[in-house]
């Protein structure tokens, strides 16, 4: 069973930066696609960014589009979360995923971690 682990969140001041890490925990898992969700409490999951493996398309949700990257390593399997000007809004335990069974966008992924949570004080 593939586990993916991520790291790096914390606790924040607005205008600040973070960077989370997500590792799976097999090198020859076959990754298509990795993802990043976050869920703030009473909200729904709500995408983040992805990116697709092989062709490095990378997709963003509208809230975070300009402040954060989402990156790969393909020879380590982990993929990283640059997280720019952070918002008060932007506090959500944040999950990253790999290999969505239908778009990037929809949460329908096969494996996800464990979650981390990031705070950004106002």
């Known amino acids: 069973q593939v586990q993916l682990v991520e790291s790096g969140g914390g606790l924040v001041q607005a205008g600040g930066s973070l960077r989370l890490s997500c590792a799976a925990s097999e090198r020859t898992f076959s990754i298509y696609a990795m993802g990043w969700f976050r869920q703030a409490p009473g909200k729904e999951r709500e995408f983040v960014a992805a990116?697709?493996?092989?062709?490095?398309?990378?997709y963003y949700g509208k809230s975070v589009k300009g402040r954060f990257t989402i990156s790969r390593d393909g020879a380590k399997n982990m993929v990283y979360l640059q997280m720019n000007s952070l918002e008060p809004e932007d506090t959500a335990v944040y999950y990253c995923a790999a290999n969505p069974r239908t778009t990037p966008f929809n949460s329908d992924y096969a494996y996800w971690g464990q979650g981390t949570q990031v705070t950004v004080s106002g």
């Open positions: 990116i697709r493996w092989s062709s490095g398309n990378i």
